[in-house]
C-alpha cells in the first residue's frame, strides 16, 4: 500500500487510545480505567481471537439445524407446508420470483457463509497466515461488520409473515424452529465480528522510522 | 466545535491504531486516517440540535408505526392487518417466544432507547448548557446499541414479506409502512451527524 509509510502506530509511539471513547494516554497507563469514560484501556485485546473463536464455533454450531429444520409452516385451504430456508427460496422461483428467491438465497446462505469465511480468514491472518494486505483486511472486516446485521432479514420476514398470514382456514402460517437457531447464528456471528481487535490486524505492517506523528488528511465532502 | 484548543491535541485511528496530530477540520471537511481510511474528525453545523430533533422525529414515527398497520392482507372473504406490535408478538405463543423478545428489542425497544439516550445526551449541550449527569455512560450505551438498531433491516423485510404472500392472498402497504421508510431515511441522516470524537470532546470540555 502506498499510503503506509505515512503513518506510525500509537503503540509503537508511546501511546493508547481509550477502545471506547478515543481519548489518548501514555502506554504506561495500560490496564488502569480511562479518566474519561471510566473504559478499561489496553492497547490491544489479547483476549481478542478466543473470543471471536468462541463466538465463531456457536454461531456455525447454530446455522447447521438452522438449514436442516422448518422455517415456516404454510397451511392452506388444499396443503399444509413445512419449508426449511433453501425449499422457500426454491419455491418462490418456480412462482417466477427470482428477485426475490435470490435475495433470500443470498442474505440467509451467501451471506452467512461468506461470513464465516470471512472472520475465520481474519482471524488466521493475524497470526500470518494469507497475504492480503492489511488495507484489504480492514475492508473485509469493516464489510462484515456492516452486512452481518442484516441477515436477520429472514427472521423479520418469518416475523411478519406470521403476524399478518393469519385468515382462519383461508391460510395461515406459523414460524418453525429455524427462525430461532437462525436468528442465534446471526446474533453470535454478530459478536464474533465486533471481538476482533482489527489494530491487530496492522501491527503485522511494522512502522517506519519517524519521530513525529503526521497531520491526518483532510478531505473535502461533496457535500456542504 | 471549531475551537484551536484542539489542535495539535493527539487522535488515534480506532481501527488501525495509527497516531495523528489533530488538525480540525472545517465544517463540511473531515480528518481522515491515512492508513485505513477511516473517518476520524466530521464536524458538521449546528450537528447537536439537528441530532435532537432527528430523535425526536423518530419517536413520534415509531410511536406511531407501533399501533397502525403497516400491512393488510385479504383472502377469500378473511382479512387481517398487522401493526409492528403484533410482528413483535407473532412469536409469542409456544417454545418460540424468546424469539419475540429478540425482535422486539432490536426493531422497538433498542431504537427508541437510543433516540432517548441520544436526546438526553445532547439536547443540553445544543442549548449550551452543562451535559447531566451520568451523560458520558449513556452516550456509550447508544454507541454501543448501534448494531443492534435494526428498524431498516426490518423495513426491507417488510417488502420481502409482502411478495411471499402476494401468491397467496391479496396484500396492501398500510401508513405505519410509510413511517417506517421516512424512519430508515432518518436515521441514515443522522449517523451521517454523528462524529463521536466531537461529542466525546464536547462531553469531556463542558463537564
Not at chain 2, 451521517?192 to 470524537?197: G, L, V
Request: with cysteine.
Amino acid at each position: 500500500m502506498t499510503h503506509s509509510h505515512h503513518a506510525i502506530s500509537a503503540r509503537s509511539a508511546g501511546h493508547l487510545a481509550c477502545e471506547r471513547c478515543g481519548a489518548v494516554f501514555p502506554l504506561s497507563q495500560e490496564g488502569q480505567p480511562c479518566t474519561r469514560c471510566d473504559h478499561n484501556l489496553r492497547s490491544r485485546d489479547m483476549r481478542s481471537m478466543q473470543k471471536v473463536w468462541a463466538w465463531w464455533l456457536v454461531g456455525v454450531m447454530c446455522y447447521i439445524p438452522a438449514n436442516l429444520e422448518p422455517m415456516l409452516r404454510t397451511r392452506t385451504l388444499v396443503h399444509t407446508s413445512e419449508d426449511t430456508i433453501v425449499a422457500g427460496a426454491i419455491a418462490l422461483m418456480h412462482h417466477g420470483d427470482y428477485g426475490v428467491a435470490a435475495i433470500i438465497l443470498i442474505a440467509s446462505v451467501g451471506i452467512p457463509v461468506a461470513k464465516f469465511a470471512a472472520v475465520a480468514y481474519l482471524a488466521l491472518s493475524v497470526r500470518g497466515v494469507g497475504k492480503m494486505a492489511p488495507g484489504r483486511r480492514q475492508h473485509l472486516y469493516e464489510l462484515v461488520e456492516y452486512i452481518g446485521r442484516w441477515s436477520m432479514i429472514d427472521v423479520f420476514v418469518v416475523a411478519i409473515l406470521s403476524a399478518l398470514v393469519q385468515l382462519n382456514v383461508a391460510a395461515s402460517i406459523s414460524p418453525g424452529p429455524a427462525a430461532l437457531t437462525f436468528a442465534l447464528s446471526v446474533i453470535f456471528t454478530m459478536l464474533a465480528a465486533q471481538s476482533f481487535d482489527s489494530r491487530l490486524i496492522w501491527d503485522t505492517l511494522g512502522d517506519d522510522v519517524q519521530n513525529d506523528a503526521p497531520d491526518a488528511d483532510l478531505q473535502k465532502k461533496e457535500r456542504p | 466545535m471549531t475551537d484551536n484548543a484542539t489542535n495539535g491535541q493527539m487522535i488515534v485511528c480506532p481501527h488501525c491504531d495509527a497516531l495523528y496530530r489533530v488538525r480540525m477540520p472545517e465544517f463540511g471537511e473531515r480528518a481522515v486516517c491515512k492508513r485505513c481510511h477511516t473517518v476520524l474528525i466530521a464536524p458538521r453545523a449546528h450537528a447537536m440540535i439537528r441530532i435532537v430533533a432527528l430523535s425526536v422525529t423518530n419517536l413520534i414515527l415509531v410511536i406511531a408505526a407501533l399501533f397502525l398497520p403497516f400491512l393488510q392482507i385479504s383472502r377469500a372473504g378473511f382479512s387481517n392487518a398487522t401493526s409492528l406490535m403484533d410482528a413483535v408478538l407473532a412469536f409469542a405463543t409456544g417454545p418460540l417466544f424468546v424469539l419475540s423478545l429478540a425482535v422486539g428489542a432490536l426493531i422497538v425497544v433498542v431504537p427508541m432507547l437510543r433516540m432517548l439516550l441520544s436526546i438526553y445526551v445532547l439536547a443540553p449541550m445544543a442549548f449550551d448548557r452543562k451535559p447531566l449527569p451520568a451523560s458520558k455512560r449513556a452516550f456509550r450505551l447508544f454507541e454501543a446499541l448501534k448494531p443492534w438498531s435494526m428498524a431498516e433491516i426490518f423495513v426491507l423485510g417488510c417488502g420481502v414479506a409482502l411478495v411471499k404472500v402476494s401468491a397467496l392472498a391479496q396484500v396492501h402497504l398500510g401508513s405505519a409502512f410509510w413511517m417506517m421508510c421516512v424512519l430508515v431515511v432518518v436515521v441514515l441522516l443522522q449517523d451521517n451527524m454523528m462524529c463521536r470524537w466531537s461529542i466525546w470532546n464536547a462531553l469531556e470540555r463542558r463537564k
